[in-house]
């Protein structure tokens, strides 16, 4: 099947600090999706990403889609604590939104 | 707009139990998915919808049956509960782009 995968897992960083996270597949994708959830809540779509090589912000979110279709990444500058969270990438091929297994984003006092 | 709508929020089931979750969207969506999450393991697709009438397979179908004979309402069925049915379920909708998703339902099976 579809598989997406997601790195790192989970983050430790100081406040202020950029965020980094990415996700690649053997398979390609028409959109990229990236969404963030909070404890006790759905996800919420953050960016969504339709072309290769599109790039686009949101406040201090940056998202990219892979020029090969097959990756994507999330940028987060000057991370502040409501930034805690689980970021989950998502791929849309088929009618189908296949998602990766989470970065799990904890920010140190 | 309400969004899209689950019920219940909590339920525990007895092991071969039946029961219905519940998702309803007043965005006049033409999608609708359900999910399951697990730790570590993300959200998993278990049946997706592309408009009233049509339902598909996702990656963990087995266990759930779907229907979707309006717009607005896209049930998801447990036949005979398991414990490895145990799981926070979610309903999401879309026109285009990306899912809106409901807020969830907890279930435990024991």
């Known amino acids: 099947g579809q598989q997406l995968n997601q790195s790192p897992q989970s983050m430790f960083i100081q406040e202020g600090e950029d965020v980094s996270m990415n996700c690649t597949s053997s398979s390609i994708f028409n959109t990229w999706l990236w969404y963030k959830q909070d404890p006790g809540e759905g996800p919420v779509l953050l960016i969504a990403l339709y072309k290769a090589g599109e790039l686009t912000s949101n406040g201090r979110l940056t998202a990219q889609f892979g020029i090969t279709r097959k990756d994507s990444f999330l940028n987060i500058s000057a991370s502040i604590p409501s930034d805690v969270g689980i970021y989950f990438c998502?791929?849309?091929?088929?009618?189908?939104?296949?998602f990766g297994k989470g970065t799990r984003l904890h920010i140190l006092p | 707009n309400a969004g899209v709508t689950q019920t219940p929020k909590f339920q525990v089931l007895k092991t071969g139990q039946s029961m219905t979750l519940q998702c309803a969207q007043d965005?006049?969506?033409?999608?609708m998915s359900w999910y399951r999450q697990d730790p570590g393991m993300g959200l998993r697709l278990i049946h997706y919808s592309v408009g009233a009438g049509i339902t598909d397979q996702g990656e963990v179908p087995n266990g759930y049956n779907v229907s979707r004979s309006t717009t607005e309402d896209f049930p998801l069925r447990l036949l005979s509960a398991a414990p490895s049915q145990t799981s926070v379920y979610f309903c999401?909708?879309?026109?285009?782009?990306?899912?809106?998703f409901g807020s969830g339902t907890r279930l435990t099976v024991v």
């Open positions: 999401a909708s879309k026109r285009g782009g990306g899912y809106t």
């Open positions: 965005m006049n969506h033409e999608y």
């Open positions: 998502a791929g849309n091929r088929d009618d189908k939104i296949i």
